[in-house]
């Protein structure tokens, strides 16, 4: 099992910024992809940035020039820098991570998700 805890969400004025963090532990042998996902109320779930185990990266075009992912694999971590925040980036916001296992599995996990804010 991997458990996945993110912290960073909260309230923020339009043109704001937050750091969202994402901690993965348990049975983990190595991480692949990681990924944060938002889902708006009422509104499907949708991709914000991924990155992938070599530093590759992808971005909607909605958060481009905006928000910045990275990893830091020593501690199975990872961050979305939230910059120039808008209003319409309001939504719960989910860590999403691709474990391999020591049987050489992959399994995609979820976190529990964090709020975030933006008033305009």
């Known amino acids: 099992q991997v458990q996945l805890v993110e912290s960073g969400g909260g309230l923020v004025q339009a043109g704001g910024s937050l750091r969202l963090s994402c901690a993965a532990s348990?049975?983990?042998?190595?991480?692949?992809?990681m990924a944060w996902y938002r889902q708006a109320p009422g509104k499907q779930r949708e991709l914000v940035a991924g990155?992938?185990?070599?530093?590759?990266?992808n971005y909607a075009v909605a958060v481009q020039g905006r928000f910045t992912i990275s990893r830091d694999n020593a501690k199975n971590m990872v961050y979305l820098q939230m910059n120039s925040l808008k209003p319409e980036d309001t939504g719960v916001y989910y860590c999403?991570?691709?474990?391999?296992?020591?049987?050489?599995?992959?399994?995609?996990?979820w976190g529990q998700g964090t709020q975030v804010t933006v008033s305009s």
């Open positions: 999403n991570v691709d474990v391999r296992d020591a049987y050489d599995r992959n399994w995609w996990y």
């Open positions: 990155i992938r185990s070599g530093g590759s990266t």
């Open positions: 348990g049975s983990i042998f190595s991480i692949n992809a």
